[in-house]
């Protein structure tokens, strides 16, 4: 290990959502200043940490000023414009480096570099223009879904066609922007492997995650699942292929799905700690928060084992509609971890803050999650509107 970053030193954050905040707390617990560079005051990250710069994210001038206040920088979005994060890296160390935010910003590079790997993804095509919409179409067929091919998330900038008529229509609604066309997969689950590689190649892993979605969004998540191990290893040697290929320093997340005839597709790659792995922080000895601050300060990987089943629900700004949720009643379920995000304005669809359960079992530890967070829904304390 040479010349890491040890505790003392500040640890720039490029972004400030959720996944910046948790980061923050991480880096904090273990003696680390924070400065977090946001297009928002008071957002989520800047909450937490010591300095928040406030500009917008493609201000170079900020960038540098940014840069000169921190021992290292990484970011907890890929939205972040490469420019900026190349800028950065001029004076200081930026990892993952800006090479991994040009090809996982855009779905049709993140498609062709997993291709280029020999990796298993479902069959695809580049809609740019136009003359291109009957080839991809006879390339790919129905049912598809057409995709924006960058800024898509949640389920944004996404269209199902389920006929070869409907393409042109879907094009047009998503404003002819450049995009790709990918088959539909016939999935029995969707799964993630959250993992890190070090900056001396050590590869750590948190296993094979089964991930629930409603409405396009994650709703719970459970590990360990009960997938085959032959399969499961099969989806780490592909993250392992993956952020190797990238030459990726930090927590990244493969987001698989697995086939009715037993095959696992990779369907998109997130540069940084994800959703998924948010059960981390109880489940296991180092949280996904730990290990993306011990990767990019160039420290040895800590330990990623699992100290018992764990799975975690989503708090959507929907829980709010009607008032303040039922913390009190939550606050009873003496088993399950809360998670608020500091967020201003609760909207439906926005992720305001999550619970994690642990249990015997990940079905057991699923069930708790989902019954506890019912109990914020049964009667709220207050009719205001959330003001934090």
């Known amino acids: 290990m040479s010349n890491p970053i040890l505790p003392g030193a500040t640890i720039g954050i490029l972004g400030s959502g959720q996944l910046g905040r948790m980061l923050a707390l991480a880096a904090r617990r273990m003696g680390y200043r924070v400065v977090t560079f946001s297009s928002d005051n008071d957002s989520p990250t800047g909450q937490v940490s010591d300095r928040e710069f406030v500009a917008p994210y493609d201000y170079l001038p900020a960038a540098r000023t940014f840069a000169q206040a921190v021992d290292v920088v990484t970011y907890e979005f890929e939205n972040i414009p490469a420019q900026t994060a190349a800028t950065i890296a001029e004076t200081t160390p930026v990892r993952p480096n800006s090479q991994v935010l040009h090809i996982t910003q855009n779905r049709l590079r993140e498609k062709m570099f997993c291709k280029g790997q020999g990796l298993p993804v479902t069959s695809f095509a580049p ?60 999935f029995v689950m969707e799964a993630s492997v959250v993992c890190a590689r070090s900056i001396t190649g050590e590869f750590a892993h948190y296993g094979l995650i089964e991930n629930r979605h409603e409405r396009h969004i994650l709703d719970l998540s459970i590990a360990p699942t009960d997938v085959p191990v032959e399969l499961e290893a099969e989806a780490v040697d592909i993250a392992r292929c993956i952020v190797e290929g990238l030459e990726y320093v930090g927590v990244l997340c493969v987001e698989f799905f697995l086939t009715a005839d037993g095959r696992i597709l990779v369907n998109e790659i997130a540069p940084r700690p994800h959703n998924s792995g948010h059960l981390t922080i109880e489940a296991c000895v180092t949280s996904q928060f730990e290990q993306q601050l011990r990767a990019v300060c160039g420290l040895p990987l800590g330990d990623a084992t699992y100290v018992r089943p764990a799975a975690m629900a989503n708090l959507l700004g929907d829980l709010w509609s009607d008032g303040e949720p039922n913390w009190a009643a939550l606050a009873g379920h003496r088993s399950v971890k809360l998670h608020l995000y500091g967020k201003h304005e609760a909207r439906p669809g926005r992720k305001m803050g999550h619970l994690t359960a642990l249990a015997n079992s990940g079905p057991e530890a699923a069930e708790q999650a989902l019954a506890a967070r019912h109990l914020l829904t049964e009667k709220y304390v207050s009719k205001r509107s959330r003001t934090m």
Do not use: C, H, N
């Open 127 to 186: 809609v740019a223009e136009e003359a291109d919409l009957s080839v991809v179409m006879e390339q790919v067929g129905t049912p598809s879904i057409l995709k924006t091919a960058a800024a898509g998330y949640d389920g944004k900038g996404q269209v199902r066609i389920g006929f070869p008529d409907e393409l042109a229509s879907a094009w047009d609604s998503i404003g002819r922007s450049e995009a790709i066309l990918e088959a539909e997969v016939d």
